[in-house]
């Protein structure tokens, strides 16, 4: 007997070493399941380039979704396909329109609630309104809902949505895959030219991000040199794509976009996420913690990951003028970095990796396929089937 087969919209390359949730899951889903591509065409770049003009992006919108969800219904047909798994909002619609006229089941993966999202991007309440509508009509649509973290479910909740179909799957790091990147802190500081006994930070995120952006605004404006000021020599590396739109000041290092960040993690004595907006699971404090690095996080962090813990697995900065008083402690104190490196790196191995959360997934997604015909097809596909049987 064939294994069932999977539509993962939206299908990319797969890459195991890139460590954010979509691709991940791509790679996860393709070792359990035969993948079917169904890949985004070259209207879904503009719809969502944002150097286009914003009402010829919405009317693209609807060609975009009608396609996609002709160009996965075709393919479910085509390959038998036992389950749609979306990722966001857009492709859940149109995969959720294929699923229901297939008769089969969606998972739609949600990395961030819509409340939350839209207050943190400032945005219209005709944007909440009308997204709020799409994602109850993805409710019905989908068997299953996967969220990030117990606080999204709650989320969802407050806002009505009946709370039998959210599972959560929170952000998790890949340890089969971080682990050989890593390096002694000896050998990493060697490989970079970076002396030994320099205090060393890091920060890394795209800069097309905007909370992103404005915490590499805080970290050159403020502080750093609150941070110069009582640790003479330190110095802050910001890995990570995009434009800052000013130069950095002395002790401080753009370094772009980084290919091999495991080095750069292994170098680092602290590392920081003065990140005030935003909605989920900060990924990029998960990588820091897998990577038993010492972490300086603001109060957003806790919001998607719970477990962490002033002074026990990483230190809390309340507000920006806090944040550098905590990461100034934390240089200065090596048998305080030491424990947060131990206890950080544990609570990624007991909760926070694939290596856990992958099976869990796994055998979810069994139960969705091997469950009863969740949506009889419509009766066009009655008759289709009919005829080509």
């Known amino acids: 007997m064939s294994s069932p087969k ?5 299908w990319d390359e797969v890459d195991p070493s890139n460590t954010e949730r979509t691709p991940k899951l791509l790679h996860l889903i393709s070792q359990w399941y035969p993948v079917v591509p169904v890949r985004p065409g ?3 770049q503009t719809v969502y380039d944002q150097k286009v003009d914003r009402t010829a992006r919405y009317l ?3 060609l975009d979704e009608f396609n996609i969800f002709l160009t996965t219904l075709r393919a479910a047909r085509r390959e038998d396909v036992s389950l749609i798994f979306a990722e966001g909002s857009y492709f859940s619609l149109a ?15 949600i990395h961030s609630n819509i409340r939350d999202l839209s207050t943190a991007l400032n945005k219209s309440p005709l944007f909440f309104r009308a997204n709020m509508f799409l994602e109850r009509l993805l409710h019905r649509l989908a068997t299953a809902v996967l969220v990030v973290s117990e606080r999204e479910r709650e989320v969802y909740g407050e806002m009505g949505f009946p709370g039998d179909k959210f599972e959560v799957i929170p952000t998790c790091a890949d340890l089969s895959m971080l682990d050989p990147a890593l390096l002694p802190r000896e050998e990493a500081r060697s490989r970079l030219g970076i002396p030994l006994d320099t205090p060393m930070i890091l920060f890394f995120g795209t800069l097309n991000y905007r909370p992103n952006l404005e915490s590499a605004q805080y970290i050159i404006e403020d502080m750093m040199p609150a941070v110069r000021a009582q640790v003479p020599g330190a110095v802050a590396f910001l890995a990570g794509s995009g434009e800052l739109g000013m130069a950095p000041p002395e002790g ?3 370094l772009g976009f980084v290919p091999d960040l495991g080095v750069w993690l292994s170098a680092a004595d602290v590392c920081i996420a003065p990140i ?3 909605v989920g699971i900060l990924t990029k404090v998960i990588d820091m913690l897998s990577a038993g690095r010492a ?3 603001s109060p957003l962090a806790l919001e998607g990951i719970p477990e962490l813990a002033d002074g026990y697995n990483c230190l809390v900065g309340r507000d920006p003028s806090h944040f550098a008083e905590q990461v100034i402690r934390l240089l200065s104190d090596a048998e305080l970095r030491g424990r947060l490196e131990r206890e950080g790196r544990q609570l990624v191995e007991e909760q926070y ?3 856990k959360m992958g099976p869990r997934l796994n055998d979810l997604l069994d139960r969705i396929i091997d469950s009863p015909t969740v949506h009889p097809p419509s009766s066009r596909e009655n008759r289709r089937g009919v005829k080509d049987g």
Not at 6 to 10: D, R, T
Not at 95 to 109: C, Q, T
């Open 276 to 278: 005030w907006k935003g």
């Open 6 to 10: 999977v539509i993962f919209l939206p």
């Open 42 to 44: 070259r209207l879904n």
């Open 353 to 355: 990796c694939w290596e």
């Open 295 to 297: 972490t300086v996080v």
């Open 60 to 62: 693209l919108f609807t």
């Open 252 to 254: 401080v290092h753009m």
């Open 95 to 109: 995969g959720g329109m294929a699923a229901r006229i297939r008769g089969i089941p969606l998972v739609w993966d």
